[in-house]
């Protein structure tokens, strides 16, 4: 956030996308609990998200829960893959990563839309 004007900006003019990175930062503020839940649980480094965060200043207890939730369910998964299968499972999910991410945020939409619909009256 602090080295922004000195080194991002000059990048992101001299690519000409200011509106889009402006458009991405307003995603990025409007979801943040979701946007870092996914990133938690993907392949792509995570990294990339918690310099994003604070490119676009999010909300910093946001930030903190959803990364504590998001990593959380990732490493517990992979630690309780690996006690109860063996080294060969956890060997197993950092080889498929990609595989491995699309499974899990397809439970987490699948968990959302059970409790959107057990509220909603319909279950």
Do not use: C, W
């Not at 517990?76 to 956890?90: D, E, F, I, P, Q």
């Amino acid at each position: 956030m602090f080295f922004y004007a000195y080194l991002g900006a000059p990048l992101v003019s001299f690519y000409g996308v200011q509106e889009e990175v402006a458009h991405l930062g307003k995603i990025f503020k409007d979801h943040v609990f979701l946007t870092i839940l996914i990133a938690s649980l993907s392949p792509v480094p995570y990294k990339v998200f918690t310099i994003s965060a604070g490119l676009f200043a999010v909300n910093l207890p946001m930030f903190i829960f959803a990364s504590l939730v998001g990593r959380g369910i990732r490493f517990m998964a992979v630690s309780y893959l690996s006690h109860k299968y063996g080294t060969r499972a956890k060997n197993f999910i950092m080889r498929q990563q990609k595989i491995t991410m699309y499974i899990l945020v397809f439970l987490l939409a699948l968990l959302l839309l059970y409790i959107l619909l057990k509220r909603s009256g319909i279950l």
